[in-house]
Structures are given as structure tokens and as C-alpha cells.
């Protein structure tokens, strides 16, 4: 009996019951502010008209309470949303609302994926939205960014 207690003790500390030590922690790597470029593309129909703004100055703050707020100043727009710990270190989904652009096109509800590459430190983004209009044209939206740690994690995002 007592060899089934500590059996039982080592498998609820065992990372194999309890996941991957960084399951709880993945999130702080990219906690922090990053800055670098975005982009903002939208494709009408299949062979139809596009608009896209490439090279837009970006910031993101990202905190341990799981939100994310950006700016892009060149086309005004803003970011405000959250995302989701997962047991991945490096990929976290995303849903943010986007403002104040523009190009009013891209004032809309997005979701997508926040990525972090450890080998090169950088934190990307990509949010996609489909819809479709009254005539049956499909309409797609695509924002990404590619960023690089503007400041280290300040104990006030934790």
C-alpha cells in the first residue's frame, strides 16, 4: 500500500499526467511589446479586384492576461482582442476586433493565429475573415504581421 501512494504521488507530478512543463507558462514567452511590419490584403471573388497595404509600422503589446492591443498609425487602424493558452509554445489563437482604419473594410471581427518562433524571436500573426456579399461575391480579408520584441515583458503585464 504505501508503494501505491508514492506511485500515485510520482504520476500527479509526472509531466506525462500533468502535460508539458510549459503548458502553464508558454504564454510569458511572448509576453511584452513587439513592433516590425503588417499587412492588410482583400481579394473580391476569384479573378476580382484587390486592395492591399504592405510595410505598415506596427506595435502589439501583449499581456499575461491573455489580450493583445496594436496599432498600425500609417492606415489608423487599432487592434483590441485576446488569445488562448495552449499546450504549444509557440502557436496561440486569436480573435480581435480591428478600428479606426482607413480603409473601412477592414473595421471588422478577425481570428487567426498568433505564432512565436523561438529560433529567430519573433512573434507573427495572421487573421483571415470571409464573407459574402448580397450577389454572391466572396469577399476575403487577411492581416499579418511580423514583429520583433520592442521591450522585454515588464512585471506590469504579468
Given at each position: ?7 500515485f504521488?510520482?504520476?500527479a507530478v509526472?509531466?506525462?499526467f500533468?502535460?508539458?512543463a ?17 499587412g492588410y ?6 479573378a476580382g ?14 499581456d499575461?492576461?491573455?489580450?493583445v ?7 489608423g487602424?487599432?487592434?483590441v482582442?485576446?488569445?488562448?493558452s495552449?499546450?504549444s ?31 529567430k ?6 487573421l ?6 448580397s ?20 512585471s506590469?503585464?504579468?
Amino acid at each position: 500500500m504505501r508503494y501505491l501512494k508514492r506511485i500515485f504521488a510520482l504520476l500527479a507530478v509526472s509531466p506525462a499526467f500533468c502535460g508539458p512543463a510549459h503548458a502553464y507558462e508558454n504564454k510569458d514567452i511572448i509576453v511584452g511589446e513587439w513592433s516590425g511590419v503588417s499587412g492588410y490584403m482583400v481579394t473580391a471573388g476569384k479573378a476580382g479586384a484587390s486592395f492591399h497595404e504592405t510595410n505598415l509600422d506596427m506595435t502589439l503589446v501583449v499581456d499575461a492576461r491573455h489580450r493583445v492591443i496594436g496599432t498600425s498609425s500609417a492606415n489608423g487602424c487599432s487592434l483590441v482582442g485576446e488569445y488562448q493558452s495552449t499546450s504549444s509554445v509557440v502557436d496561440f489563437p486569436m480573435k480581435v476586433k480591428i478600428t479606426g482604419c482607413n480603409y473601412h473594410g477592414f473595421n471588422l471581427r478577425f481570428v487567426g493565429m498568433l505564432h512565436y518562433d523561438p529560433a529567430k524571436r519573433l512573434l507573427g500573426f495572421k487573421l483571415d475573415r470571409e464573407d459574402t456579399l448580397s450577389a454572391g461575391k466572396e469577399i476575403h480579408y487577411y492581416v499579418s504581421a511580423r514583429l520583433q520584441r520592442a521591450s522585454p515583458p515588464s512585471s506590469a503585464a504579468r
